[in-house]
């Protein structure tokens, strides 16, 4: 059948694989940064605290006045914790998603 090792070596071959490819799917911590003031769109209603997309990526997010904002509407970033962002509802505030 198969050596002891060509089975280690693929069981570790396997493990960098899932490893690789969950850190692809990670934020940079610094990305909170890059987002300020872009437009992004409620995924989750915030009530206060929801999800949104922004730059295709989900975002933990929360209402700054601590209002409802439901799914579709456009808002805007105004400060970034760690990977949790702050919103405000942008005018003109239903999007056609």
């Not at 995924?43 to 989900?58: H, N, R």
């Amino acid at each position: 059948m198969f050596s002891v090792a060509a089975l280690i070596g693929l069981g570790l071959a396997l493990i960098l694989i899932a490893f690789a490819l969950l850190l692809r799917h990670r934020k940079a911590a610094a990305g909170g940064m890059e987002v300020m003031r872009r437009i992004a769109y409620v995924e989750q209603a915030l009530d206060p605290e929801g999800a949104v997309i922004v730059g295709g990526e989900l975002w933990c997010a929360r209402a700054r006045t601590g209002q409802r904002i439901t799914r579709g509407t456009r808002v805007r970033i105004v400060a970034a914790s760690g990977h949790w962002l702050e919103v405000e509802e942008c005018a003109g505030a239903l999007s056609s998603l």
